[in-house]
Each structure stands twice: as C-alpha cells, then as structure tokens.
C-alpha cells in the first residue's frame, strides 16, 4: 500500500483517476463514491475498501464544506493486486460558495503581469498603459495555453478573476508590442464594454494538466 498526502485550503470535491488497467484497490471512508465496483474481498474483516479494474475516474458525490481559514489534508490508502503497478492521480476540486466549478486557469497567472487596461482596440487589440513592463507575459513561441488572460473589470485582483479566457491551441494572444496585446480572436462585444479604462486590469493566466490540489499526478502504485 502507498500513502499520498496533501495539505490544501478552499472548497473542494474528492477526484480520484485510474490511469492504468491492473487490478486496484483502495480503501472508502465516509464518502459515498459513483463508481462501478468489481468484487473484492482482500480480508472478510474490512468492509470498507473498493477494488476497481481497468480505466476510470472516481469523484465524491458530495461537497465538502471547508473554512478557508483553516487547512485540511487529503490522504489516500493505495494498492495493486498482481505483478503490475497502478497508476493513479488524486487530487482534490474546487468550488466557490455557489457550487460553480473554480477552474485551473482562474487561479493560475504569472506574478508580475498585472496590467490596467488603458482600452480595447476593434474588440482584438488590449491596450494597456504606456510604460508598462510586459517582459514576464510569455511571448509567441510558448505553448498555447500559458497565453491566457484574467480580468479584472474593477481592478482587485486578491480575487478570482471576472472572465478569464484560454485557447489551448492557439493562445488567446498572438503577440505583444509595445503597448498591445493582440488578441488571436476579437473580445465578445459584452465584455469590451465592461471594461473601465484606468481602472480595469488584467493578467497572464495559464492552464494546466492537473487540478488545483494535486497529491499525486500520475504516481505509480505497488
């Protein structure tokens, strides 16, 4: 058995992934989670471990409620049955006060991009103040996804941003000169019009491959 363990903060839902197709098991303790359970019965006396076979993805059908002052701790109970190892990620999902899904480009953005918007060009060119050090956005050869962008309509930025936008393949900006940021496709109209000139500002965000709180990403297990 393996133990993985990871210390996290916000509001959260239980996610657990099967990569590989050995036999597994692990044990379930007070969440009820959806899944389809092969039979498996390692010792009549523990009642509470499920074995799975295969490909699959397991998520808790319940909210944790958590304070965000606190700190709390993810810790799992792994196995393989067999010769071959099982590989697993484990990781924890977050959620806001509504239940509305907070996702890995909402929180992840590079210190020292912030930016206040000077204005929106033809709804495709972000203007920003002249002067402004724009040498940490990363530039046209990154991967598509690490040129996101977060706004932030009326300039806080201790909070989630109000849009944020991402295109995987492509970037969601193509370049950056000067003072502009040149978008590879136009703002929707609605959100060019939310933004305050001087006020509004925003930032390089970027996706990634894992959710927020991560324990183990693609982790073998013997």
């Not at 996804?145 to 930025?157: A, L, Q």
């Not at 109000?162 to 502009?180: A, M, Q, S, V």
Request: net charge neutral; glycine share 8%; proline share 4%.
């Amino acid at each position: 058995k393996q133990w993985y363990q990871r210390r996290v903060r916000g509001s959260l839902l239980f996610f657990l992934f099967f990569f590989s197709s050995s036999l597994f098991c692990f044990h379930q303790q007070q969440q009820t989670l959806n899944m389809d359970s092969f039979t498996c019965t390692p010792n009549a006396a523990i009642s509470n471990i499920t074995c799975i076979k295969g490909h699959a993805t397991v998520i808790g059908n319940e909210f944790i409620p958590v304070d965000v002052d606190d700190t709390y701790s993810l810790r799992g109970e792994f196995c393989s049955v067999g010769a071959q190892e099982s590989k697993i990620y484990l990781g924890l999902d977050c959620y806001d006060q509504n239940q509305k899904r907070i996702s890995d480009v909402q929180v992840n953005r590079i210190e020292g991009t912030c930016c206040i918007v000077k204005g929106i060009e033809n709804h495709q060119t972000i203007l920003v103040n002249e002067g402004t050090d724009m040498s940490k956005w990363k530039g046209p050869d990154s991967i598509g996804h690490f040129r996101s962008i977060g706004i932030y309509y009326d300039g806080n930025t201790d909070k989630l941003p109000d849009e944020t936008f991402l295109d995987r393949e492509t970037g969601f900006y193509t370049n950056i000169e000067g003072n502009k940021i040149q978008l590879t496709k136009p703002f929707p109209r609605g959100i060019a019009n939310s933004v305050i000139p001087g006020v509004t500002k925003i930032l390089n965000h970027h996706s990634s491959s894992v959710y927020v709180y991560c324990s183990a990403n693609a982790s073998l297990v013997p």
